[in-house]
């Protein structure tokens, strides 16, 4: 039976349209930093190459080189963890610059996957088809701990709007947020989806 993200980690991916508390376990993951504009082909490439690697583990048993312990499951959806630029911070701006945005982009995998199986995946997808971003993957374990989500149905530039939610439920609570640094998770295809309709959760640290 196929292991479904939706489904058996569901208070991580399909959070209520209202500001709510999670406590994020740790997660394995395939990250790649990058900095600049999200609407810019270089954002796209490092989305490309972390697929590229998603999919090399997912396909696995097809190439015999799966683990003993592999099992079927749905791809995870891409995430990305947003801050700015210091540069940017010192300016304080209320007008974003998307050019100075900072970005941790990510695709987590199956608990199955080690570091030595992950590292073989991204030796095998340069020898299939090479780019240079693959040099710059990591595969790491992620701990959010204890957060703040929601579900934010709209656009990306409309996230400010569900952020105010969450800055006012933290306040109302007595929760104090870590940073201004906060992580998206992307249930959408935005080149299939109308940005009325796009599924996004919002999710920040916070202090406890």
């Not at 999919?55 to 048993?61: A, D, F, Q, V």
């Not at 609570?173 to 998770?185: A, L």
């Not at 080149?191 to 406890?208: E, G, M, N, Q």
Request: proline fraction near 7%.
């Amino acid at each position: 039976m196929k292991q479904d993200w939706k489904k058996v980690d569901k208070q991580y991916y399909l959070p209520k349209t209202k500001p709510e508390f999670v406590k994020v376990p740790p997660f394995k993951f395939f990250s790649i930093l990058g900095q600049g504009n999200p609407n810019d082909k270089p954002f796209q490439e490092n989305i490309g190459v972390l697929y590229s690697l998603a999919y090399t583990i997912k396909m696995s048993p097809k190439n015999n080189f799966a683990p003993r312990n592999y099992f079927e499951y749905t791809v995870f959806p891409l995430e990305g963890i947003w801050d700015l630029t210091e540069e940017a911070k010192k300016l304080n701006s209320k007008t974003l610059d998307k050019s100075q945005l900072v970005f941790n982009l990510m695709i987590r995998q199956p608990d199955f996957v080690t570091p030595d199986f992950a590292l073989e995946a991204i030796e095998r997808t340069k020898k299939k088809k090479y780019h240079p971003l693959l040099e710059k993957v990591k595969f790491e374990i992620i701990e959010d701990n204890h957060c703040i989500q929601m579900m934010h149905i709209g656009s990306y530039d409309s996230e400010p709007e569900s952020f105010k939610q969450m800055d006012d439920f933290c306040l109302q609570n007595g929760y104090k947020r870590e940073s201004k640094q906060h992580r998206e998770i992307y249930l959408s295809d935005f080149r299939k989806v109308s940005p009325d309709k796009l599924k996004t959760v919002l999710r920040f640290r916070i202090l406890k």
